[in-house]
């Protein structure tokens, strides 16, 4: 670097950052020196988290296009987009395959599958444009979950709309290869966070604290933050295609083991 040049951090805009995992990796990011704009419905919470952090914010609905279109004009203001973090996702019930609601299902694909292709679609000519003069690569890395690779009772809507999301990752990294954009997937397990199970059994607390009841060491948001900057902070021909973190404690989605974890024999 010559005297007197300065550099430019690099930019990464995260959706559903009013908490969480969102929440988490803003955080983490503002830590290492990025800039970071966080995305999500809720001002208030982002408001905090910027006066927290120092990071750029962004109030949109990523299931409304509109909004979407609004997130794309305002980052166009900002400057480059070295990396875009597809987090925004939830899980509405846990009912039958027969007895499940339909239109919590359709919430669970708007806003795990087909919100990631809008807001994809949106930032990609951003991201191409950082490429040139930038760190000569671009991210583009999803939040997936492990719901998206094992069935389990209970999961149908929500494993539906993950197996989605995993496929348009897959499909994403085939169409953009020749292009030094990394198309990256962590897909997490366990993690205990405020809003997660709270959300999904439409706000029956002990029902979402029994989730977590007597396991040893649940994820947390912060785990999965670490996975996800150290992803995108990687060296640019180093393509993580597929993170799966769990708790050690979780062998699968539907085989948990609650109290200590010991030897055997």
């Known amino acids: 670097m010559d005297e007197g040049e300065t550099v430019t951090a690099r930019r990464v805009v995260v959706t559903g950052a009013s908490s969480g995992i969102g929440a988490a990796t803003v955080r983490l990011f503002r830590a290492h020196g990025w800039n970071v704009v966080g995305v999500a419905r809720r001002t208030e919470r982002l408001e905090a988290l910027a006066a927290e952090t120092g990071c750029d914010m ?18 166009e203001t900002l400057g480059p987009i070295d990396a875009l973090v597809n987090n925004a996702g939830g899980a509405f019930g846990m009912a039958s395959v027969e007895d499940s609601d339909a239109d919590d299902w359709t919430r669970m694909f708007d806003v795990n599958v087909v919100s990631v292709k809008r807001v ?3 930032l990609l000519p951003l991201l191409r444009r950082a490429i040139v003069g930038g760190a000569g690569h671009a991210d ?82 912060e785990d999965i933050a670490e996975a996800i900057v150290h992803s995108i902070e990687l060296p640019g021909y180093v393509n993580l295609d597929l993170v799966t973190i769990k708790p050690v404690a979780q062998a699968a989605p539907h085989k948990v083991i609650r109290g200590e974890l010991k030897p055997k024999g």
């Open 120 to 122: 994809t679609s949106a």
């Open 58 to 75: 962004f109030t949109a609905d990523v299931t409304n296009q509109a909004d979407v279109d609004a997130l794309r004009d305002f980052l």
């Open 140 to 221: 583009i890395l999803t939040v997936t979950s492990i719901a998206g690779h094992i069935a389990y009772e209970g999961g149908g809507g929500y494993n539906a709309a993950k197996f989605g999301s995993h496929a348009l990752v897959a499909v994403l990294r085939l169409e953009l290869a020749g292009e030094p954009i990394r198309v990256l997937e962590i897909a997490p397990g366990m993690v205990k966070t405020d809003e997660f199970s709270l959300v999904r059994f439409d706000g029956d607390e002990a029902r979402a604290a029994a989730v977590y009841d007597n396991v040893p060491n649940p994820l947390y948001a």
